[in-house]
């Protein structure tokens, strides 16, 4: 019997007889990170790292649910579960798991750049790796933050120059805190969407980031003319967006990388910024693991599974219903909440 199985639920582990970011309602969920496609609704119990405990309340509501350290071991049934640092967003972890000598780790999202935001990544030794590769294509390579930061900033300069509002599109739990870290205040005043003010307070305590103002009916519309906006890209074409006219968009996606991606959403400015890793990323952290098995999830799995085995992995590919950077794609599947 293997460690852990897919099946219709989720990732489960028969002898511990708990899930991985289930995607069914199950008994016990031992739970990644915060985004909405890896920390679902409706299980009994929920285990996860300390930093996930308030961003998990804030979307689900009065869940019962028990936080964890880093590299605290927890046994349940006489298998040893911990969470180590995945890089995603903030809290974002992997999950290793041993039994009987043998160790298995669940990557959930993962990225192998330092954000300035979540604890950076770190490799887990492990015989079995079950990693995402929503960016698993060589076409996706990652210029370093610092110069998309520079670039961003440089765009709010020239906007804010002309007169114009900048607004600028990521997802209220995770991107939008790391845009927001980075953003320079002295190029005037930082405003934002509801959704994204309402996860920001959440996690402000653990992250040292810019002040911030929440536009409301009241905001006088004046005010906003040339500072800059986060929205969710659910707000993109909504009437809420009406007010900040003159404006020009923005999206800080791994998406980016392709034009069209950018031109058909009508954005007026791409930037290529990703929580999740980028070709040459996977395979390196693969390396480090020093596993000999590779099971791919969510993004171009196929591919890159293949890929591997031309390599000399054992590597297959297994469905999971985790949605990566896709809801940048497809706005609505955000709902103005915190989304993969
Ligand atoms: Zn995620």
Not at 18 to 43: E, T
Not at 145 to 173: H, M, P, R
Not at 305 to 324: I, K, V
Request: proline share 6%; glycine share 8%.
């Amino acid at each position: 019997m293997p460690l852990l199985e897919f099946n219709k639920k989720g990732i489960y582990c028969p002898p511990a007889k708990v899930y991985l970011d289930p995607w069914k309602p199950v008994d016990k969920a031992i739970i990644s990170h915060g985004h909405a496609d890896h920390s679902r609704w409706g299980h009994k119990q929920y285990i996860t790292h300390h930093t996930n405990v308030p961003i998990i309340k804030h979307r689900l509501g009065d869940i019962e649910v028990t936080g964890k350290a880093y590299n605290e071991t927890f046994v349940i049934n006489n298998v040893k579960f911990s969470f180590h640092p995945a890089g995603h967003i903030i809290g974002s972890s992997q999950i290793r798991v041993e039994h009987k000598g043998e160790v298995w780790v669940f990557t959930g999202d993962y990225k192998t750049e330092n954000d300035g935001v979540a604890v950076p990544y770190e490799p887990v030794k492990c015989d079995t790796f079950i990693t995402e590769c929503t960016f698993g294509l060589p076409a996706f390579k990652w210029v370093s933050q610092a110069e998309v930061f520079n670039d961003i900033n440089t765009w709010w300069a020239v906007n804010k120059a002309e007169g114009k509002t900048s607004v600028l599109f990521g997802y209220s739990l995770g991107k939008a805190q790391r845009l927001l870290k980075h953003l320079n205040p002295e190029i005037g005043k930082i405003y934002t969407h509801g959704a994204i003010e309402n996860m920001t307070e959440v996690v402000r305590p653990f992250i040292d980031m810019p002040p911030t103002e929440r536009i409301t009916r009241e905001t006088d519309k004046k005010a906003i003319a040339g500072n800059i906006v986060l929205a969710p890209p659910s707000a993109h074409g909504s009437i809420w967006i009406r007010k900040m006219v003159p404006y020009v968009t923005g999206s800080a996606s791994g998406w980016m990388t392709f034009r069209g991606a950018r031109r058909r959403r009508a954005i007026d400015k791409g930037f290529v910024l990703s929580d999740h890793c980028d070709w040459p990323g996977l395979l390196e952290s693969i390396k480090e693991t020093g596993a000999e098995k590779i099971i791919s999830t969510h993004g171009y799995s196929d591919i890159f599974s293949r890929y591997l085995r031309e390599q000399g992995y054992d590597a297959r590919t297994e469905a999971t219903q985790y949605e990566g950077e896709l809801a940048e794609l497809d706005s609505k599947k955000e709902e103005g909440e915190g989304a993969p």
